[in-house]
């Protein structure tokens, strides 16, 4: 098989790849209660395994994505494979509170994170031309989660044991990930050393690593993705609880989720071939001044059609800007650093994912209202879109310069 048709096979497995792996980390609030009646721990000890988990992807990322640039994508996601689903066999036997959360959130987040950084790193490197929409698509797969791992979770439990239940999906995961971990392969050498174009160099080809992570590019985009991701933790994780204060019925509440979701879905395809067509920046800029002002929308609605509203478009957009931040690092770093770069930027996307949860719960205890939860999202999406503004792509010799908005 060629090249032209075997990226496409990349895409396949990453999506897949992504798609059990954050659908097995993200199954943990499905047992949440049933953990918490069998072993008589705290539901807030259980949940704490989450914030650890969101804290060692973020600290994970970038030696994940490190490694990746000096062994290759396809070693890095099978470790992280092995790891992932052999330590979620761990803590489905784990006989204390600090057991489970040490197995579950340091080693299941921190495998998790094998599997994001080099993946995003491998299809950029794979695609001159469709490179948004493959890099969404990748996305997509990973969005799927919530609406295929999670149902299955919630199935399990209600035939078997929560031990029982994280085990199968750990076996599941080990079953499909691990095979589909060796058909990644890296990028053609054409392509790592000259972006896929003859007679012409790369993105910044003399740049060292450090030269990059030190450069005002990597630094905006680090921050950016900090902002953008906080702006959206906060709302994601506490509008079912908005929605229940607001006198809408749990089952109800918990179908915005869905609503968000599958929005989400449209988004990542939408916005990947919004960024082949216009440029990356350009759609990512526009996508996070709407997540501003939709994450804002959020005080003004109070009956289910209004958060269905405004739950289609919130999660359209911020799915949809996601993948585009790897995007505009293929387009401005060499693709052999690409591990490490992306692997930088889910590292702050991840600690922005972190804040929200907890400054949620802390904005509602002191004021018992969540208006200023939504408030402050739009303040911060407000600095993610300035920040954002100010991103100057490296010029490029021979080649146009990066659509500015």
């Known amino acids: 098989m060629n090249a032209s048709s075997y990226r496409w096979i990349i895409v396949a497995a990453g999506g897949l790849l992504g798609c059990l792996a954050i659908g097995a980390m993200f199954s943990l609030p499905v047992f949440l209660l049933p953990i918490a009646r069998d072993t008589g721990w705290s539901v807030t000890g259980i949940s704490s395994a989450m914030t650890i988990g969101f804290l060692a992807m973020a600290l994970a990322s970038m030696v994940w994505g490190s490694l990746s640039d000096r062994w290759g994508s396809r070693i890095v996601v099978l470790t992280g494979s092995i790891i992932l689903t052999a330590s979620l066999a761990l803590a489905s036997r784990a006989t204390s509170l600090i057991e489970f959360q040490l197995v579950f959130g340091l080693v299941v987040g921190g495998a998790t994170a094998a599997i994001f950084a080099p993946l995003m790193a491998c299809v950029t490197g794979w695609f001159d031309t469709h490179r948004s929409l493959a890099v969404s698509l990748v996305s997509a797969g990973m969005g799927m989660a919530p609406m295929t791992m999670s149902p299955l979770a919630a199935w399990l439990v209600t035939v078997y044991d929560w031990r029982q239940s994280m085990l199968i999906i750990a076996a599941l995961a080990a079953a499909i990930m691990i095979p589909a971990s060796f058909l990644i392969r890296n990028p053609p050498v054409s392509k790592q050393e000259g972006d896929g174009i003859p007679g012409e160099e790369g993105p910044q080809a003399g740049m060292t690593t450090g030269q990059a992570l ?30 229940i204060s607001c006198g809408i019925p749990m089952i109800a509440a918990v179908s915005i989720y869905s609503i968000e979701g599958l929005a989400g879905m449209g988004g990542r395809v939408a916005f990947g071939l919004l960024g082949d067509r216009y440029g990356a920046k350009r759609i990512l800029v526009i996508g996070l001044l709407i997540q501003a002002f939709g994450a804002l929308a959020y005080v003004f609605v109070r009956e289910l059609s209004g958060f269905y509203a405004v739950a289609a478009l919130f999660g359209f957009i911020y799915a949809g800007v996601m993948p585009l931040y790897a995007v505009l690092a293929r387009e401005n770093f060499p693709q052999r650093m690409m591990g490490t770069v992306i692997g930088g930027t889910a590292m702050a996307g991840s600690l922005g994912m972190a804040t929200g949860p907890m400054a949620g719960g802390l904005i509602y205890d002191t004021f018992a209202t969540y208006s200023w939860l939504y408030i402050g999202a739009w303040g911060i999406g407000i600095g993610a879109f300035l920040i954002a503004m100010t ?13 500015q908005a």
Do not use: D, E, W
């Open 391 to 403: 991103f100057r792509p490296f010029p490029k010799t021979g080649q146009p310069q990066l659509a």
């Open 214 to 243: 030190r450069s005002p590019q990597f630094i905006v985009l680090m921050l950016t993705n900090f902002f953008c991701c906080a702006t959206h933790s906060g709302p994601i994780f506490h509008t079912v609880s908005y929605a």
